[in-house]
């Protein structure tokens, strides 16, 4: 004889489902971890600012050189603002100087993808193009952009193209590198399978190397957009106003320092959201990925 567990009246049978009532769903976990993580991140933050205002009560350095955080503050304010019939800095918000700076970005990694994919499909499944191309997309990836900037400009002069070319350069050989490294990375039984279906070179490349090569192409793509990120400062050193680099680079020059920090606070956290913009991106072009 059986007998029922004490509290439910009855025995549990064979085809019964368990009580999962107090279990915490899988949703609810992840929103404690979430809070969890931002909570330390909080106090992380809350920890660097005490000791960034330490440093300066305690008159470490000269107040010109490492201002407050309340002095980042106000010119970060001044500078989003219209103050005493000022707009911003240099006639111009920061929300404008970082929307231009990210239209070059925007310009400059659009074209560096156009010509990286094919560039690295090319080198991926081309030996004698990769024997020739793949030691020039080296060379241009150990250059830094100041390296290039002047010739540019030489060039180009100093309206937008040397700015953009700097972008198209800085961030084509990353997506070049990731492209041809995915493709030579495709399994050979996928290849295989399709020649024996009988697809052809054209067939083979648009059907199973780039599908299959699209992750690794996508996260490419991203660094290339980190590259040229950190490369836009660079590029708008000449007649970048309006841009985020000129602004820091004009605020340099008056030895504004709060101005430059609060300059580059705003590239970092836009580059932040540029990052999980892109990411999103990812996972919702490729939600393949990771998968088996």
Not at 85 to 98: A, D, I
Not at 132 to 141: A, C, G, K
Request: aromatic residues 6%.
């Amino acid at each position: 004889m059986t007998t029922a567990p004490a509290g439910t009246g009855r025995a549990p049978g064979p085809g019964t489902a368990p009580d999962t009532a107090g279990a915490p769903s899988p949703r609810s976990g992840r929103l404690r971890e979430a809070l969890r993580w931002g909570a330390l991140r909080t106090v992380a933050l809350a920890v660097l600012l005490a000791v960034w205002q330490a440093v300066v009560s305690a008159e470490v350095w000269p107040r010109v050189l490492v201002p407050s955080p309340g002095d980042v503050w106000r010119q970060f304010v001044l500078a989003s603002t219209v103050h005493d019939g000022v707009r911003g800095y240099g006639g111009h918000l920061l929300v404008e100087h970082l929307g231009v700076s990210l239209g070059r970005i925007a310009t400059g990694s659009a074209y560096a993808v156009l010509a990286g994919v094919p560039l690295g499909l090319l080198i991926g499944t081309v030996r004698p193009l990769a024997v020739v191309l793949e030691p020039v997309v080296t060379f241009l990836r150990t250059l830094p952009p100041l390296a290039y900037l002047s010739l540019l400009v030489i060039w180009f002069g100093i309206d937008e193209a040397p700015k953009i070319w700097l972008l198209v350069i800085a961030a084509l050989p990353p997506i070049a590198a990731a492209t041809a490294a995915a493709v030579r990375a495709v399994p050979g039984h996928l290849v295989e399978a399709a020649r024996a279906l009988g697809s052809g070179p054209t067939a083979l490349l648009l059907s199973v190397r780039l599908p299959s090569a699209l992750p690794e192409i996508l996260t490419g793509v991203r660094i290339a957009v980190g590259v040229a990120y950190t490369s836009v400062v660079a590029a708008e050193t000449v007649n970048g106003v309006p841009g985020i680099g000129g602004m820091i680079r004009d605020a340099q020059r008056y030895n504004q320092t709060a101005l430059v920090i609060a300059g580059i606070l705003a590239v970092g956290l836009s580059g932040i959201v540029l990052d999980a913009l892109l990411r999103l991106v990812e996972r919702t072009a490729v939600p393949w990925r990771g998968r088996t």
